[in-house]
């Protein structure tokens, strides 16, 4: 066995984005992947023969532009089956609502003069306000104390931007930041199919309705991604969601790093006050100078590491951290083309009526119940290319939101109710589409944690809200990618600035591991 | 029907008693010729019974029995108790031997004392800690990922300690064969149909002896020790006298010379087992333990404090009084003090700013405002650095203990 200067404990993509920038820095790395292929939640299986959908993620939308371009994934295998998605708000009448480019640049459908350009007013600001928070992103979180090494020249190149705004718009900026998104939809918006499309997309993969406190910031962020080079864009890899890992994962070996898989890691190996290594389920003992966990801080150190090697106030820190999630993965295979009344299957369908909705399918969840009305993100991959369900067969992946969490399920009764409110709102949309099922997967949150890791079934590895952001994230201390035991570095998106399939936490570990070392 | 036995008190009527009786009560009350009495965890107990003189010189040359009650007690029990303690505190745990027991501390993540108190290894995976502070939810935090159970139990034992000299020949009086038990080890003698636990320990820097049994042979204990010990003088004792006993032997007591990381409201409060001199126990070899990372930090980087014992001129106690370096500059504070009538000392226990406790400790003025009449005295008298503790006599230790 070869020896390596650095291990990284899961394979998903901040697992992967890592390696390549630390393989860069001229160290041996190898990734450890307890599944049968590196890609974690951006990987895509076959759930029904015949049929393969995405696993967790069916869309691009936050790739960093470091990975994206530093890891060279275009030379890599990755291209794109659709670029620039657009966005349909469903109706159940038909009367649908288009947004067209990167977030709703212009609108299709029905909707009034005045409706379009209040819209574009909103839009500009909220744009605006994701462009000074995008930054941000690729920033190692600073410690809230003198002398700690922070980066101080670019925290107050940031922050004189941020002010250069302008007085009034800082002010309004500082409104927004920790608002409701309810709120804001409310008072500059009138169409209900815009308003629910808005409100579903800030909640998306939350444990937070609209009226939460600070929802709006989940939409800045999302408007603050980018793809493929444009900010704020959806799009589709060709080949299926698996073909984004894929390209890493080529991207890495290409690069020298070692990936082994069917690798799943038991515990850390602590020494003196180190962490010298990992032992696999196998028994096997692997050793490095420097450790890293692309896998939930939760798991991290409650599991790997355990309490013993940690002191109790930063075990408290560790329990606390909340990691709900409230969406659902379902997966249906479809024997025709389903009829979303006449819209286009190759746009993002939502349906979520309006922001009431939205808030309602959150309130059921609250209380450990499945909504009457669960909203949706819909995507059909075999709408954009061949290769997902045989000829003339469909695949249909959604995220459901919102799904009874861990606790609340224990019963059958609650995943079948939940399945059966899900599909009657989709028969609601597309008639006839029940009748096109001939296979199907429901994935409770707690089926995600099960499947990959994430606790809770929460996909940023631990919820993304305001008080678990930045130097918060994910506890307090532990936000610069560090310790708490020498040696022993996190990447996941447990930590800044979160998940989805991006590769922003571990390409920013990466930075922080090398620079460290350097100094 | 009524219940025929004793029954706990309702919880929630918690407001009609706002301090609690111990079960020594009956016979406490009874000696409590001055009545006067102080709230102590959630206790009421006897601060002077008599004589504070009387009382203090019975510690020294009689024997004393001082109702330890109050004192907050945990059960640890489990197969992974010891690994649990391990992490919890500095010392090393694993070298406790079963019957034995040590004074030891614990700290939060920072490095800074939780609390200090004794650890009784009852059984091979059952440990009772004693202390003065409550924190059941520090423990039980600590308990996430041990097999381990802990629960207080303070209300389950009834706990004297009888010091002094003479409290071998009143043990053995009383029928306990405590000859052959050496300091910090404990042993357990069957008592009017239940059982009682003699340890060899105590706070008073004197020979003397802890008796722990349940709350229903209390009285029968108290009146069995009286009974035997009479030839020998024996005497309750309040805190105030303990108070004198245990500065004269150099103990701390928490929330009087040190303040728990978990009450301190000001920043700069809490103290580190180096900056109270206790760095002694620390166990480096022995893992991980809560606050180890702070403290290897402190321990490279030096401390701020040091806490040190003062013989400081005259004869006028000096408690709570500020330390001046050269009359001028303040570098410390004394948090218990009083004219010791065993070492005929004017003696403190101090917090001193680094390195005036050793290097610079040649200059040293304690600064007290003595009451006199309606008016502050003002005194500035030298202080020097000394050993603690003030009084070690040889019987303390000696096996088997002299029959006095």
């Known amino acids: ?519 | 029907m009524r219940a025929k036995t004793a029954m706990k008190p309702d919880p929630r009527l918690h407001f009609r008693t706002p301090l609690l009786e111990t079960p020594f009560h009956p016979r406490t009350s009874a000696a409590s010729r001055l009545n006067s009495w102080g709230p102590w965890g959630g206790y009421t107990t006897v601060l002077e019974y008599d004589d504070l003189a009387m009382e203090h010189s019975a510690i020294r040359n009689a024997a004393t029995v001082y109702d330890l009650c109050p004192m907050v007690k945990y059960r640890v029990r489990g197969r992974e108790a010891a690994a649990y303690l391990n992490r919890l505190t500095v010392r090393n745990v694993t070298k406790l031997q079963v019957g034995s027991v040590h004074y030891t501390v614990w700290c939060d993540d920072a490095g800074k004392i939780v609390d200090d108190g004794t650890l009784f290894r009852l059984a091979e995976d059952d440990y009772r800690i004693c202390c003065q502070e409550r924190h059941l939810p520090w423990l039980l935090d600590s308990a996430h990922g041990f097999d381990v159970d802990v629960e207080e139990v303070t209300d389950d034992v009834a706990a004297l300690s009888l010091q002094g000299p003479c409290s071998y020949a009143v043990l053995k009086a009383a029928g306990f064969d405590v000859a052959g038990l050496k300091p910090f080890r404990m042993t357990a003698f069957p008592f009017d149909g239940g059982e009682v636990t003699i340890s060899r320990t105590g706070f008073t820097g004197d020979l003397g002896y802890e008796l722990w049994t349940t709350p229903d042979q209390a009285l029968a204990l108290w009146d069995h020790l009286f009974a035997a010990g009479g030839a020998w003088g024996i005497r309750p004792i309040g805190s105030a006298a303990l108070d004198m006993a245990r500065t004269e032997a150099g103990f701390i007591i928490t929330n009087l010379d040190f303040i728990p990381a978990h009450q301190a409201l000001r920043e700069d409060r809490v103290r580190s087992p180096f900056d109270m001199s206790l760095d002694w126990m620390i166990d480096w070899e022995k893992g991980h333990f809560n606050g180890r990372w702070a403290l290897l930090a402190e321990r490279e980087k030096g401390s701020e404090w040091a806490f040190v014992g003062l013989d400081i001129d005259g004869n006028v106690s000096a408690e709570h009084a500020i330390i001046y370096h050269d009359k001028k500059h303040e570098v410390g504070q004394i948090t218990a003090a009083c004219w010791s009538p065993t070492v005929k000392r004017n003696i403190a226990l101090a917090h001193v700013k680094r390195p005036y406790h050793a290097e610079k400790s040649e200059n040293l003025w304690v600064e007290i405002y003595a009451m006199r009449e309606l008016q502050y005295v003002k005194l500035m008298l030298k202080a020097r650095v000394c050993e603690r503790p003030f009084f070690k006599p040889a019987r303390r230790t000696a096996t088997p203990p002299g029959l006095f």
Not at chain 1, 124 to 146: G, H, S
Not at chain 1, 377 to 392: M, N, R, T, V, Y
Request: net charge neutral.
């Open chain 1, 1 to 519: 066995m070869p020896s390596f200067d650095a291990i990284i404990i899961g394979g998903g993509t901040n697992g992967l984005a890592c390696a390549a920038r630390l393989q860069t820095s001229g160290r041996k790395v190898l990734v450890l992947e307890s599944g049968g292929a590196p890609g974690g939640g951006a990987l895509g299986a076959e759930f029904a023969p015949g049929y393969r959908a995405p696993g967790l993620a069916h869309l691009v939308n936050m790739l960093d532009a470091r990975v994206e371009t530093g890891m060279d994934l275009s030379r890599h295998g990755l291209t794109w089956a659709a670029t620039d998605l657009s966005s349909t708000a469903l109706s159940a009448t038909g009367d649908h609502l288009v947004l067209e480019g990167a977030a709703g640049e212009w609108l299709t459908g029905a909707v009034s003069a005045e409706e379009r350009q209040a819209w574009a007013a909103l839009r500009t600001e909220l744009m605006d306000f994701a462009d000074v928070l995008a930054p941000f992103k690729a920033l190692t979180p600073p410690r809230l104390a003198r002398g700690v090494g922070n980066n101080v020249w670019q925290l107050g190149k940031l922050g004189l931007r941020t002010r250069m705004m302008g007085k009034d718009r800082f002010r309004e900026f500082l409104r927004m930041l920790l608002i409701n998104v309810h709120d804001v939809l409310n008072d500059e918006l009138t169409d209900p199919r815009l308003k629910g499309l808005l409100a579903h997309d800030a909640v998306l993969g939350t444990w937070l309705g609209p009226r939460s406190p600070n929802s709006l910031i989940h939409l800045l962020n999302r408007f603050a991604g980018q793809v493929a080079g444009k900010r704020a864009s959806l799009a589709v890899p060709a080949g299926g969601m698996g073909a984004v890992a894929a390209a890493m994962a080529a991207s890495v070996t290409a690069s020298g790093v070692t990936i082994r898989t069917g690798a799943a890691v038991a515990g850390l190996i602590v020494e003196g006050d180190r962490a010298v290594g990992v032992t696999l389920a196998s028994g096997e003992a692997l050793r490095a100078a420097t450790i890293i966990s692309a896998i939930s801080p939760k798991a991290t150190f409650l599991s790997l590491l355990g309490p013993r090697h940690l002191d109790t106030g930063f075990v408290n820190r560790i329990r606390h951290m909340k990691s709900r999630g409230g969406a659902a993965k379902l997966h249906l295979a479809l024997k025709g083309r389903p009829d979303f009344r006449g819209a286009d299957l190759r746009s993002r369908l939502v349906i979520a009526p309006d922001e009431q909705a939205v808030e309602l399918a959150f309130n059921a969840v609250k209380y450990g119940e499945a909504p009457d009305r669960p909203v949706m993100e819909i995507l059909l991959p075999s709408a954009f290319e061949g290769g997902h369900a045989p000829d003339g067969h469909h695949v249909l992946s959604a995220i459901v939101q919102f799904a009874p969490c861990r606790d609340a399920v224990g019963t059958d009764a609650i995943r079948k109710r939940y399945r059966n409110q899900t599909l009657a709102v989709l028969e609601d949309h597309a008639p006839g589409i029940t009748g096109l099922i001939v296979g199907e997967e429901l994935l409770l949150p707690a089926d995600i944690e099960a499947r990959y890791g994430m606790v809770g079934g929460n996909w940023h590895h631990g919820e993304l809200s305001v008080e678990q952001m930045f130097f918060l994230r994910p506890v307090p201390g532990i936000a610069q990618y560090q310790g708490p035991v020498p040696g022993l570095w996190l990447a996941g998106a447990g930590c800044h600035p979160g998940g989805g399939i991006s590769g922003a936490a571990g390409w920013n570990a990466a930075e922080r591991i090398v620079r460290e070392v350097r100094s």
